[in-house]
């Protein structure tokens, strides 16, 4: 009957995998405040932000403290800006070099209004400001295009399981950068992919090890990120990040290290808590810690009521606490048929089938594919 109780890991990686090779380029925030002659707001302004390069063109609106505000600017781009309302230009600046992060361009009319007067244009500290703002993103943008490349390429080398050549591209970018998460992501999967292809057990755990290391950078690098704690997806992407590490720890036998990374996983991101959750019951399940693991299944069907398998891995766990009564018949815990029965009724032709079936019949239970739906009354005579 224990052949009916082994579980393959089952870490589901699509969710990590699916990560943007690209570097975001359009992290900028540009904002300002809008005040006419008399320094008084300009309530329902128009801003307009055209790229020279691109010519693309982001129309924004002042509110009713003269602000205007948007994300997702592409930077490393000079841009032409103008204020206008009802129809009519009061100003604009011409090539605005944007940056990375947040950058603010206030119009005030009343400053223009007496700059103008006087014939002045920028002092000189403004223009080295503004040249050297330009010289940073220039560097970034060049930065990020070398970097996206060595991604890609690291990338097709993974895809063709030449691992080692997508380690040493990834090592590559890390020696021109190495602050990005993103690349200490990838770097950490081409460990820990590479690791079940060693033959030698003392190299893949020294791979799985890597691994470990470098997704811990990563999540670091990634909490200490402003741009990455602005993302509305980080929460998602950290629990990817956190859901590899806990399958490098839990192929290398780190029961305990999985566990608590799968569940900061599944705290993260409660929309995969199912998958996350199914991952940390499997790796109690296949370490025999049938107690721990029963909680963790009933947190699966409750993140996800249709998750059939959970059903049947909840039944192999009470199975395996099961007793034996005085008559020297087994006698399994409650709800042990319960949970087979409904893994039959969700899945019943399902690869775990016939085990669930086997093993009602060993703790003499019905075989109930229909489990939980309600039989019609008789007809009456």
């Not at 309302?85 to 604009?92: P, R």
């Not at 741009?227 to 590899?244: C, I, L, R, S």
């Amino acid at each position: 009957m224990k052949k009916y109780f082994i579980l393959p890991l089952l870490f589901v990686l699509a969710v990590a995998l699916s990560t943007s090779l690209a570097f975001a380029q359009t992290s900028s925030t540009v904002k300002g405040v809008c005040k006419d002659v008399d320094g008084k707001p300009i309530v329902g302004a128009d801003v307009e932000w055209v790229s020279t390069e691109t010519g693309h063109t982001y129309k924004l609106k002042t509110n009713n403290k003269g602000e205007y505000f948007s994300l997702g600017v592409v930077p490393g781009q000079k841009y032409n800006v103008k204020l206008s309302k009802d129809g009519k230009e009061l100003f604009h600046f011409n090539g605005i070099s944007v940056d990375l992060g947040e950058m603010e361009v206030p119009f005030d009319l009343q400053k223009e209004q007496a700059n103008a007067a006087r014939g002045q244009g920028m002092t000189p500290e403004q223009a080295k400001a503004r040249a050297e703002a330009s010289a940073k993103a220039a560097s970034e943008a060049k930065t990020v295009g070398t970097l996206n490349e060595k991604l890609k390429a690291a990338a097709a080398a993974a895809e063709a399981k030449d691992y080692d050549t997508a380690i040493a591209t990834l090592n590559d970018a890390n020696q021109i950068d190495s602050t990005r998460d993103l690349i200490w992501f990838k770097l950490a999967d081409a460990y820990r992919l590479s690791a079940s292809t060693q033959a030698d057990p003392a190299e893949k755990q020294k791979r799985y090890e890597a691994a470990a290391v470098d997704y811990q950078k990563a999540i670091e690098l990634r909490s200490a990120s402003e741009t990455a704690q602005k993302d509305p997806e980080n929460n998602a992407k950290t629990a990817a990040y956190y859901n590899n590490l806990a399958d490098a720890f839990a192929k290398s036998h780190k029961v305990d290290e999985a566990v608590t990374n799968y569940g900061k996983a599944a705290q993260l991101d409660p929309t995969r808590a199912a998958t996350y959750l199914f991952n940390e019951g499997a790796v109690l399940t296949n370490a025999g810690r049938a107690d721990e693991a029963i909680v963790v299944w009933d947190k699966v069907i409750a993140a996800d009521p249709t998750k059939a398998a959970a059903y049947y891995q909840k039944g192999v766990n009470l199975i395996a606490k099961e007793t034996v009564g005085k008559d020297g018949k087994a006698v399994a815990p409650e709800g042990t048929a319960e949970a087979f029965q409904k893994y039959l009724e969700l899945d019943p032709n399902g690869p775990f089938a016939e085990g669930a079936k086997a093993l009602l019949a060993s703790i003499g239970a019905p075989v109930e594919t229909g489990f939980g739906t309600k039989k019609k009354p008789a007809k009456k005579n």
